[in-house]
């Protein structure tokens, strides 16, 4: 065993079992979590058990809804290639689990289980796939240990690492080192963090810069679902709005002070507000700011199509990457807070994309910035001036819509890549 190991396996995987143990005592995720892996190698035997004719396994470990929904392409291709390959989806969260339990592109689904040394053993004895692939970063020390012990080929994938990451510190650095040389091949989501892993971590091991899934897997999803399958009422007043997504209360005062002085100007401009956790009491707050701004609101739950609104509140989660279809320009929340979020959305229905000054957080708002695609805005004031230009101007909106087009058309076909790289590890 390796010094990394023994440290690993010794002093972190004890202290990390009663961490856990210890959390949920106060966090009810944390219980499900513990709960839910009681059962997990009964549950697993049972299943392969049921199909131990298909050998061909692939293992795909999403850590929580956001890293599966970058898996979904590799998903997909996998099974459109490789239509016998037995399709196998392990989660971290509970919160994953329990939305991924009916869905039909996945085989088998099982919690990951805690990666002690022993627990690992067995999850890979009855498991026993020929590939194993990460999403991101969730890469757990002994499950990429043993399976290079067993000679199971294993991809991470959508890979990157900022130059200020904590990985990087001393010591973690090391030990980031002692996994990241146990990968068969890293796939990261540019040249550039492509260099950086090799820089940090691994100057000589196989990594490759494929694109990020998440292009794909947005695209995917502009195409899936019809936007007046999300009304249940007529859609064309709401058609050509400025749609507000994810929005946090410090990004809600801006916009909708913005919005209430362009609607002085522009007769008919309505807004799509979905904000990032619509509780009611969210909710509520944004009606009371609204009715302060004079503006007219509706809940989506509650619109038949006939009431008279300047803003309509989304009270449903799950939708947004669709409503962004009903953009004439688009706002990214959280750039007035915590951080930008995800600005792929948007533009993949190529719609002008505007955003705070918190931004960092995401590469792709900064490369959009710099590919002209992306505009920082900075208080309400710029908010509304930009709105107004792009409400007048249609030249300026339509080369700024496509723009955020080209941009997302020219960063998809990640999901192929990566399966031209592993192909002979699927073909089995």
Same mark, same amino acid.
């Given at each position: 065993m390796s010094l990394p190991s023994i440290i690993y396996n010794i002093f972190v995987i004890p202290l990390l079992y009663i961490g856990f143990h210890v959390l949920s005592l106060f966090h009810a995720k944390v219980r499900r979590?513990?709960?839910?892996? @009681?059962?997990?190698?009964d549950h697993l035997r049972q299943k392969f058990a049921e199909q131990s004719d298909r050998t061909n396994r692939v293992l795909i470990h999403a850590a929580s809804m956001g890293e599966f929904e970058q898996a979904r392409p590799i998903l997909r291709t996998i099974r459109e290639r490789y239509p016998d390959a037995l399709l196998c989806v392990s989660v971290f969260s509970p919160s994953a689990f329990d939305h991924l339990k009916q869905n039909s592109e996945i085989d088998i689904l099982t919690y990951l289980p805690f990666d002690s040394r022993k627990n690992v053993l067995r999850f890979l004895q009855?498991?026993?796939?020929s590939v194993i692939i990460f999403i991101r970063y969730d890469l757990w020390p002994n499950l990429v240990w043993q399976a290079h012990k067993r000679g199971i080929y294993t991809v991470l994938i959508d890979a990157s690492l900022q130059q200020t990451s904590w990985r990087? @510190?001393?010591v973690i650095r090391q030990f980031n080192q002692a996994i990241f040389a146990k990968l068969d091949l890293i796939c990261a989501i540019s040249e550039q963090a492509a260099e950086h892993i090799r820089t940090a971590f691994v100057p000589y091991a196989p990594v490759i810069a494929t694109g990020d899934t998440r292009f794909d897997q947005v695209v995917f999803r502009a195409k899936e679902k019809q936007i007046s399958e999300i009304f249940s009422f007529p859609v064309d007043n709401w058609l050509q709005s400025f749609v507000a997504g994810s929005t946090w209360p410090e990004d809600e005062s801006i916009v909708l002070t913005a919005f209430a002085k362009l609607c002085q100007q522009q007769v008919g401009a309505r807004l799509i507000l979905a904000s990032h956790e619509p509780s009611e009491n969210h909710l509520a707050g944004c009606e009371r700011l609204c009715k302060t701004l @004079?503006?007219?609101t509706v809940r989506l739950s509650r619109n038949t199509g006939t009431e008279q609104a300047d803003v309509l509140l989304i009270d449903? /989660?799950? /939708?947004?990457a669709?409503?962004?279809a009903a953009a004439s320009v688009a706002f990214v929340g959280g750039s007035f807070g915590p951080g930008v979020h995800n600005v792929i959305e948007p533009a993949a229905h190529s719609a002008p994309v505007l955003f705070g000054p918190q931004m960092?957080?995401?590469p792709e708002a900064v490369d959009m910035t710099n590919a002209g695609c992306g505009t920082i805005v900075r208080n309400a004031d710029e908010l509304y001036g930009?709105?107004?230009r792009l409400y007048t101007d249609s030249n300026l909106r339509n080369d700024l819509a496509e723009r955020a087009r080209q941009f997302v058309a020219a960063r998809t076909g990640a999901d192929r890549r990566i399966i031209e790289l592993i192909h002979s590890k699927l073909s089995i």
């Amino acid at each position: 065993m390796s010094l990394p190991s023994i440290i690993y396996n010794i002093f972190v995987i004890p202290l990390l079992y009663i961490g856990f143990h210890v959390l949920s005592l106060f966090h009810a995720k944390v219980r499900r979590g513990i709960r839910g892996r @009681k059962a997990l190698f009964d549950h697993l035997r049972q299943k392969f058990a049921e199909q131990s004719d298909r050998t061909n396994r692939v293992l795909i470990h999403a850590a929580s809804m956001g890293e599966f929904e970058q898996a979904r392409p590799i998903l997909r291709t996998i099974r459109e290639r490789y239509p016998d390959a037995l399709l196998c989806v392990s989660v971290f969260s509970p919160s994953a689990f329990d939305h991924l339990k009916q869905n039909s592109e996945i085989d088998i689904l099982t919690y990951l289980p805690f990666d002690s040394r022993k627990n690992v053993l067995r999850f890979l004895q009855i498991v026993n796939p020929s590939v194993i692939i990460f999403i991101r970063y969730d890469l757990w020390p002994n499950l990429v240990w043993q399976a290079h012990k067993r000679g199971i080929y294993t991809v991470l994938i959508d890979a990157s690492l900022q130059q200020t990451s904590w990985r990087q @510190k001393p010591v973690i650095r090391q030990f980031n080192q002692a996994i990241f040389a146990k990968l068969d091949l890293i796939c990261a989501i540019s040249e550039q963090a492509a260099e950086h892993i090799r820089t940090a971590f691994v100057p000589y091991a196989p990594v490759i810069a494929t694109g990020d899934t998440r292009f794909d897997q947005v695209v995917f999803r502009a195409k899936e679902k019809q936007i007046s399958e999300i009304f249940s009422f007529p859609v064309d007043n709401w058609l050509q709005s400025f749609v507000a997504g994810s929005t946090w209360p410090e990004d809600e005062s801006i916009v909708l002070t913005a919005f209430a002085k362009l609607c002085q100007q522009q007769v008919g401009a309505r807004l799509i507000l979905a904000s990032h956790e619509p509780s009611e009491n969210h909710l509520a707050g944004c009606e009371r700011l609204c009715k302060t701004l @004079k503006l007219r609101t509706v809940r989506l739950s509650r619109n038949t199509g006939t009431e008279q609104a300047d803003v309509l509140l989304i009270d449903r /989660i799950g /939708i947004l990457a669709n409503l962004y279809a009903a953009a004439s320009v688009a706002f990214v929340g959280g750039s007035f807070g915590p951080g930008v979020h995800n600005v792929i959305e948007p533009a993949a229905h190529s719609a002008p994309v505007l955003f705070g000054p918190q931004m960092h957080n995401s590469p792709e708002a900064v490369d959009m910035t710099n590919a002209g695609c992306g505009t920082i805005v900075r208080n309400a004031d710029e908010l509304y001036g930009l709105l107004q230009r792009l409400y007048t101007d249609s030249n300026l909106r339509n080369d700024l819509a496509e723009r955020a087009r080209q941009f997302v058309a020219a960063r998809t076909g990640a999901d192929r890549r990566i399966i031209e790289l592993i192909h002979s590890k699927l073909s089995i």
